[in-house]
């Protein structure tokens, strides 16, 4: 239990130092390559300016953003960093990114010529197999960047999170493109991708989601550490007698005579609908009883001391949660917080 925070009633406890020492480990396993840290979507839904001002203090100094909303919202950066907007630049973008510090991670030809106009740097992305976005390896072997200026040609790995051949592929080919750029720097490795060696770290990392407490593949298991921390407030508490049920459909139904405590904590909070009789609170001591409500939650509280107006840890060890509910860490994390109150300690 921790102490009853002013206003909402719910709130994200963030752990700087965890999230430092993600950072450091991550750094460790790039070798000689810099490590910076993906921030889109609100630093994975944690706060981007609190993580760039956290991971700047310690050496951080490569961002990442998907959209110039983003790179908007992080204000000035601290001295020496930079920060990239992955989704290159749209017509309606170029407005703002025309004079803004930022640098588009430019996709498609239509955003090269479209930047080539300003005559300024940029960083390239280029699909090595995944798919999804950047220029295609022929047309960067074919001359599409002679005379641009870039600062990071980037690739991004479809598999990594995996053992599969595709992963050395990728890495092959994108190695194969180096000195045919004027690129000064490269980068292929996400958190997963940092796992798989130094072979895949080229001069530049791009972790996001181990950096906040997300296990991408075995190598980080011990390694890194949860930096989220959900609570809540309990509302009301009850005692449900044996045959009663809970919340919900009545899913479920008590089988002894049951204490009960209902939380403001629920599924348009990030807390998803998965959880319904699989989550926990309190270090494994509180079961979740039935479904999760859009702001509510019913837990199990009868072997433990809580009361009205207490506040209560809800266990949130992201490949904990991810095997018990199904979904990935990456979903289980952004959607926290939105209502939260952040706290980093
Ligand atoms: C999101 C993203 C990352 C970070 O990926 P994680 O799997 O969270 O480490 C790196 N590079 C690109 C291009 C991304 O879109």
């Known amino acids: 239990m921790i102490e009853a925070a002013n206003g909402t009633p719910l709130r994200l406890r963030l752990d700087s130092a965890a999230l430092v020492a993600n950072w450091r480990w991550l750094d460790a396993m790039s070798g000689p390559a810099r490590c910076g840290a993906a921030v889109k979507?609100?630093?994975?839904g944690l706060g981007a300016t609190d993580v760039v001002t956290r991971l700047a203090e310690v050496g951080c100094g490569d961002f990442f953003v998907a959209t110039w909303d983003e790179a908007l919202a992080l204000g000035d950066l601290p001295a020496g960093c930079s920060v990239s907007v992955l989704h290159g630049v749209r017509d309606e973008d170029m407005a703002i990114a025309r004079d803004h510090h930022a640098r588009p991670v430019i996709?498609?030809?239509a955003q090269l010529t479209r930047w080539r106009a300003t005559g300024r740097p940029c960083d390239v992305m280029v699909d090595t197999g995944m798919n999804r976005l950047g220029l295609?390896?022929?047309?960067?072997?074919g001359g599409a960047l002679d005379g641009v200026e870039i600062v990071t040609l980037?690739?991004?790995?479809?598999?990594?999170?995996?053992?599969?051949s595709v992963n050395d592929r990728q890495r092959d080919a994108f190695a194969a493109l180096a000195g045919r750029t004027r690129a000064m720097t490269m980068s292929l490795a996400n958190s997963a991708g940092i796992c798989l060696g130094t072979d895949f770290a080229f001069g530049l990392t791009r972790p996001g989601l181990a950096l906040y407490g997300g296990l991408p593949r075995r190598e980080g298991h011990g390694n890194l550490q949860q930096v989220a921390y959900p609570a809540a407030q309990v509302l009301q508490v009850r005692l449900v007698e044996r045959g009663d049920s809970v919340g919900y459909g009545g899913d479920w139904t008590a089988q002894q005579r049951t204490r009960v405590a209902i939380l403001n904590f629920g599924y348009a909070d990030g807390y998803r609908r998965a959880f319904a009789n699989v989550g926990t609170c309190l270090q494994g001591r509180c079961p979740v009883l039935g479904r999760v409500s859009m702001d509510l939650l019913a837990?199990?509280?009868t072997e433990v001391e809580v009361g009205e107006g207490d506040w209560v840890d809800i266990d949130y060890d992201l490949p904990a949660a991810a095997t018990n509910t199904g979904l990935s860490q990456y979903e289980l994390l952004t959607g926290l917080g939105s209502r939260s109150h952040r706290s980093w300690f």
């Open 41 to 44: 979507a609100n630093g994975y």
């Open 107 to 109: 996709n498609t030809l």
């Open 136 to 141: 295609a390896v022929g047309d960067v072997l």
């Open 154 to 164: 980037m690739s991004h790995l479809a598999c990594a999170d995996e053992d599969m």
């Open 299 to 301: 837990i199990d509280v």
